[in-house]
């Protein structure tokens, strides 16, 4: 049955986004622009939260790895989602969050694992909305090249471009 | 009994036994008693033999006595650790956050009550295997962590009357199936104080779930 992704065009959820572009080729998904954002899968079954809508996307496309690959891994997933959701998203001062993310991915080339899950697309689309201008690369240096590193790739590369200026739009108008 | 039949295998779900206890370390704010985590240790304990200890770091001066023994009596055979399958290890510590550290050479530290008591609800083998109730189950339990526990009292009333809504139509949160979700949006309620003032349905819900026994180690810690 085919799925169907509304979102809010003057707030994008670049994580959901990112993460049906992902699983597009395995997945009937059609993409819509709205008012609100909500993954419609039935007329019983609706999920409006990002966090919800990228899980249940990753969860129909179990082929991909999004969500990890053993029960460790999806462990990491769920920590990176709340990570993504609460510490990065936060008004203030994101130096902490940011610290704790260079030390994480000191060793690793994603996240989670050997490729990507949700882990690097939440991560990184709530930076991209939020702190990207806090990560100085001397500062942090893993998270840059991490971030630099994903930014360069498709579907990384179009959703950032296509979307990430209408949050920074958004985000003038709601200061104004 | 268990009300979970799923058929766990630490080897299949963990990777292979090298030797060592595979013990999963707990910091927990003793200001912040993890309940749901307590309720699932209780879990574990009915499927796998648990080596369960409760430690007290030094940036803690002084910890309730149910707190020291809310995982249960100490194990006397606790020097034998190769009998156990799984070591259980809450350190009630000044943190910020609740955290988990287990093999912690592959695995980041885990933050978030809600992310460890997913952690330990796959070790019971219990998660739904369909998409939608897996991550309606997710969603409960978001809700509850942040709305309920963190939100404000319009925040918390507006999940009480999600919850009562739900569980006018089932008896438990996803349906037929006693859950992940049941047992940390219980735990919420009850740290929340709402017992009294909750609606209806969600009375005659804690009813059940303290009728299932799995809660009996949070009474205590409620005062």
């Not at chain 1, 670049?14 to 993954?39: C, F, I, Q, R």
């Not at chain 2, 023994?69 to 399958?85: D, K, T, V």
């Not at chain 2, 000044?94 to 330990?120: H, W, Y």
Request: proline share 5%.
């Amino acid at each position: 049955m085919a799925l169907n992704l509304t979102i809010n065009s003057s707030n994008p959820p670049l994580g959901a986004l990112l993460t049906a572009e992902h699983v597009k080729g395995s997945v009937n998904l059609s993409v819509e622009e709205g008012k609100d954002t909500m993954l419609h899968v039935s007329d019983q079954v609706q999920f409006s939260d990002v966090n919800s809508i990228t899980r249940y996307l990753a969860r129909v496309a179990p082929a991909l790895g999004l969500y990890g690959s053993n029960m460790m891994e999806q462990t990491e997933v769920d920590h990176w989602l709340e990570f993504s959701a609460r510490r990065l998203c936060a008004q203030s001062d994101l130096s902490s969050a940011l610290g704790d993310l260079d030390k994480a991915l000191a060793l690793r080339t994603f996240l989670v694992g050997r490729s990507v899950t949700l882990a690097d697309l939440c991560v990184w689309a709530a930076l991209k909305g939020n702190g990207e201008s806090q990560a100085k690369p001397n500062s942090y240096p893993h998270l840059c090249r991490w971030f630099s590193f994903l930014s360069s790739q498709v579907p990384f590369s179009s959703v950032g471009s296509k979307w990430a200026s209408k949050i920074s739009a958004s985000k003038i108008s709601t200061i104004k | 009994e268990s009300v979970f039949r799923g058929t766990a295998d630490l080897d299949s779900l963990l990777g292979k036994d090298l030797g060592a206890l595979r013990d999963i370390v707990i910091n927990a704010n003793p200001a912040h008693p993890p309940l749901s985590l307590l309720v699932l240790h209780g879990l574990l304990c009915q499927r796998y033999q648990v080596l369960s200890s409760v430690h007290v770091h030094s940036s803690v001066s002084t910890v309730p006595p149910p707190l020291l023994s809310c995982l249960g009596p100490r194990h006397i055979e606790s020097y034998a650790r190769q009998r156990f399958q799984l070591g259980f290890t809450l350190i009630w510590k000044d943190v910020s956050k609740l955290q988990m550290k287990f093999n912690t050479q592959s695995m980041c530290p885990i933050e978030g009550e809600a992310n460890v008591a997913r952690f330990l609800f796959r070790l019971l083998g219990a998660e739904p295997q369909d998409p939608v109730a897996a991550t309606q189950m997710d969603f409960w339990i978001d809700m509850a962590v942040f709305q309920l526990a963190e939100g404000g009292n319009k925040e918390r009333a507006a999940v009480l009357r999600s919850l009562n809504s739900a569980l006018g139509r089932s008896p438990w949160l996803l349906g037929q199936e006693f859950s992940l979700a049941d047992i940390v949006c219980a735990c919420c309620v009850l740290r929340a104080g709402q017992t009294a003032s909750a609606p209806a349905n969600v009375q005659r819900w804690l009813k059940a779930c303290q009728n299932l026994g799995h809660f009996d180690c949070v009474y205590p810690l409620l005062q």
